[in-house]
């Protein structure tokens, strides 16, 4: 416990040491990477002290590979420096805005045919409860390899749904004018992610939302950031434990309701990390395991003329630690597949991309707003699950971006933050 304690010392001070060097910035992803690992490890500890889950104690060496991967995320992002990244904002095109309607009326229109490919899916799920039966017959589905919602436009649409609620956002000029429409649209994006089920679409839109409205309000010190953020924080938290008697079949269990959702709603947070430490203490037994981080690499190449390849599923095995997980935190994968060495790399290179990114997005470029958006995801599931290695996914979104910000939106004029350029063309960042 002594070491628990020492490291979660450790990674505040590192995370403060970040937030200095950003020009105190909290969405700087060095600073985020480390608060992440600060919040897990010190719920953590508490389930020592409070046990509402029997935790066993982590591990040292479990510890200094997650103290590891955090400085090298944070060398990542310190080899990028501000003045390399000045280049004025892009401007929209506001006589093009009306794409963004569009896509509105769209997402509008999916909604009904999703909520009927929900319905069928809870037909098939054959429990009671709605939405509990829903997460059934999708498992069900999956696990068959049929398509997650159906055809692809509903099996889309949640993220589209995500996508606008991020576009009317970034694009607001006047939120008094356009608050109706900024509304609806989030409210929209809300009504998907709770049909599908889960909680991964709440977190997307959650952080998404939270960046692209602090970067667009210069909100960034801590102080400013919490008061801003703490009431949505708040509804993210009752949303997130009351989905979880809504889409879990709690009914086989001894606990009450309140208890229930508590195991669930705290276990989300720490069992990942118990899971990596029972990967780190028994890594002998993944010695064999098929490299799943390069799956999708591996598969396109697979098509090549010459080239064999077996696709890779992706591993579903539960871990009883002391509650079932199947997820092991970000890092697990690379320390599985490429041992300590290579998570590292992994590690300075996520924190090396994703700060270069956050420069540009700081600098007020819609484009790059969008997706500096689009990643905090990944960043906010470090402690969790992996969804770096989803290159698929990030291409679509990428040529999604291009595609509206680039050519649909043609960008004519450039400036900070949509104001004209006038002499500002060459500055270095001003906060």
Not at 279 to 289: G, L, Q
Not at 329 to 355: E, K, N, P, W
Request: glycine share 8%.
């Amino acid at each position: 416990m002594v070491y628990h304690l020492l490291s979660i010392g450790v990674l505040a001070g590192l995370a403060i040491f970040n937030y200095r060097h950003a020009r105190r910035n909290v969405l700087y992803p060095p600073f985020l990477f480390c608060m992440i690992w600060v919040s897990v490890l010190s719920l953590y500890f508490l389930l020592y002290l409070v046990p509402i889950i029997h935790m066993s104690t982590l591990h040292v060496y479990t510890l200094f590979v997650v103290l590891a991967a955090s400085v090298v995320f944070s060398l990542g992002g310190m080899v990028i420096r501000r003045r390399y990244y000045v280049s004025p904002a892009v401007v929209l095109n506001d006589k093009k805005s009306i794409y963004k309607k569009i896509l509105f009326f769209c997402c509008l229109g999916l909604l009904p045919f999703f909520f009927l490919e929900i319905r069928r899916l809870s037909a098939l799920g054959g429990i009671d409860g709605f939405l509990a039966s829903a997460r059934v017959g999708l498992v069900e589905e999956l696990t068959n390899g049929r398509s997650a919602f159906g055809g692809t436009l509903t099996t889309i649409a949640p993220l589209l749904a995500i996508f606008l609620a991020f576009i009317f956002v970034i694009e607001v000029r006047d939120w008094r004018e356009e608050r109706v429409w900024i509304a609806v649209s989030v409210f929209i994006a809300i009504v998907f992610c709770v049909l599908t089920t889960g909680r991964a679409g709440f977190l997307k839109l959650l952080v998404g939302l939270a960046g692209i409205y602090l970067l667009k309000t210069g909100r960034f010190s801590a102080k400013d950031a919490w008061k801003l953020l703490r009431w949505p924080l708040l509804i993210f938290v009752l949303i997130f434990t009351t989905l979880v008697p809504l889409t879990k079949n709690i009914s086989n269990t001894d606990e009450t309701l309140t208890e229930a959702i508590a195991q669930f709603s705290v276990g989300y947070a720490v069992l990942p990390l118990a899971g990596f430490d029972y990967v780190v203490d028994h890594i002998e037994e993944y010695k064999y395991t098929p490299n799943f981080t390069l799956r999708e690499l591996t598969a396109i190449a697979g098509h090549l003329p010459g080239v064999s390849s077996t696709p890779q599923e992706e591993p579903n095995d539960f871990l009883l630690v002391p509650l079932f997980t199947n997820v092991y935190t970000a890092i697990s994968r690379y320390y599985i597949d490429f041992g300590l060495s290579g998570t590292l790399m992994a590690m300075f290179v996520f924190g090396l991309g994703q700060t270069w990114l956050f420069w540009r997005a700081v600098r007020g470029d819609p484009f790059y707003v969008f997706l500096f958006a689009i990643t905090l995801y990944p960043l906010g599931m470090i402690a969790f699950d992996d969804t770096y290695t989803l290159f698929s996914h990030y291409f679509a979104e990428l040529v999604f971006a291009i595609v509206y910000f680039r050519l649909l939106r043609m960008p004519v004029a450039r400036g900070i933050n949509g104001q004209s350029s006038g002499g500002l063309a060459s500055t270095e960042v001003a906060y």
